[in-house]
């Protein structure tokens, strides 16, 4: 706990550019105050192979990252959470020609119950 996962429609993010990008990540949502133990955070992005928006014909593509952490933050933590991913992702997204580009962020909690987490 926690996890981010950024997905995304192929040729947004450049392939040798993806670990600077997670370390982005990482450091604007540890920075946010609200994860304890940066080891804690654990990220990872995904082209996906096939996407679609819409049905119309048109280049479009899409950015979504779900940050998922357990019960205990405020509404307002969440949202900085979110806002701090985005942040990234406007920073080093790119924007083909031509192509709409949508972005959407959303932090989920985990059930704690449920969730086991140990080290191995």
């Known amino acids: 706990m926690p996890h981010l996962t950024v997905e995304y429609t192929p040729g947004l993010f450049a392939a040798d550019d993806l670990e600077q990008t997670l370390l ?8 946010s105050g609200s994860i304890q133990k940066e080891l ?19 280049l479009r593509g899409f950015v979504y990252a779900q940050l998922r952490v357990l ?8 949202a900085d959470l979110s806002e701090r991913i985005a942040q990234v992702i406007r920073a080093r997204c790119a ?6 580009v949508q972005l959407s962020v959303e932090v989920v909690e985990m059930e704690r119950e449920s969730y086991v987490k140990e080290v191995l």
């Open 40 to 58: 804690d955070l654990k990220s990872r992005m995904i082209a996906l192979d096939a996407t679609r928006v819409g049905t119309e014909a048109g």
């Open 24 to 31: 982005e990540f990482n450091a604007a949502v540890i920075g």
């Open 95 to 100: 924007r083909p020609a031509g192509m709409t």
């Open 71 to 78: 019960p205990g933050r405020t509404p307002a933590m969440r």
